[in-house]
């Protein structure tokens, strides 16, 4: 059982907007940063954003986050194709050093 | 460029040992940390420990503790992940991520990932 609580499965046409939600506890979302990762089919996880909305380079802003107490929430807007994936919420956990906590993931189907 | 690159793709036995390494180039190895995150076939990302390369300062995920070993060989830029008696529920792809301070302690760079299976 994961850390971080996330739905199994998110659907969209494209164009639309989707929502993740990521719930967690005082000691992981509630007190630090909360990211997230894209894993394509068959691809290693690459992170997607981190720290209040900040996006590695070529992430586009179609991409966006929320957090609000102990939850967090990953915004798709203006789906795509491309953005068929899994997509995992992550965050440090202070209730053991050095511990990460990971959602157990939400898969994106672009219907 | 920034990148890890792990060992190739390993077929054991229950019972062998084994140790999967992970090379960091294209920054300054021993000044971040490395991770190791488990991913069983079908199944989410779990984290397994993280690793400084500068003084080897190791922490464990309770449920890994004991059950791995990592470690680290600042000299050539390379972390390790190793198992002493692998077990079949060790069949899993593993893999490496640095912490990148940059972009707020996350991971801000993977391996492309080691697939173990482990099968008598």
């Known amino acids: 059982q994961s850390a971080l609580t996330q739905p199994p499965s998110a659907s969209g046409t494209p164009g639309q907007r989707v929502t993740i939600s990521c719930s967690g506890s005082?000691?992981?979302?509630?007190?630090?940063?909360v990211y997230w990762y894209q894993q394509l089919p068959g691809m290693a996880p690459k992170l997607l954003v981190y720290?209040?909305?900040q996006r590695p380079s070529g992430v586009p802003d179609r991409f966006s986050v929320s957090k609000s107490g102990t939850s967090a929430s990953l915004a798709i807007s203006g789906l795509r194709s491309e953005d068929e994936a899994d997509y995992y919420c992550a965050a440090w956990d202070d209730s053991l050093n050095g511990h990460v906590a990971f959602g157990g993931g939400t898969k994106v189907t672009v219907l | 460029e920034v990148q890890l690159v792990q060992s190739g793709a390993e077929v054991k036995k229950p019972g062998e040992s084994l140790k999967i390494s992970c090379k960091g180039s294209?920054?300054?190895?021993?000044?971040?940390?490395i991770g190791w995150v488990r991913q069983m076939s079908g199944k989410g990302l779990e984290w397994m420990g993280i690793?400084?390369?500068?003084?080897?300062?190791?922490k464990y995920s309770p449920s890994f503790e004991g059950q791995v070993l990592i470690s680290v060989d600042k000299s050539i830029n390379t972390a390790y992940l190793q198992w002493g008696s692998l077990k079949a529920s060790d069949t899993a792809m593993y893999y490496c991520?640095?912490?990148?301070?940059?972009?707020?302690?996350?991971?801000?760079?993977w391996g492309q990932g080691t697939m173990v299976t482990v099968s008598s």
């Open positions: 690793i400084y390369a500068r003084d080897s300062d190791t």
């Open positions: 720290r209040n909305n």
């Open positions: 005082t000691s992981n979302i509630g007190t630090n940063s």
């Open positions: 294209g920054y300054m190895s021993s000044n971040y940390w």
């Open positions: 991520a640095r912490r990148g301070y940059s972009s707020g302690d996350s991971f801000d760079i």
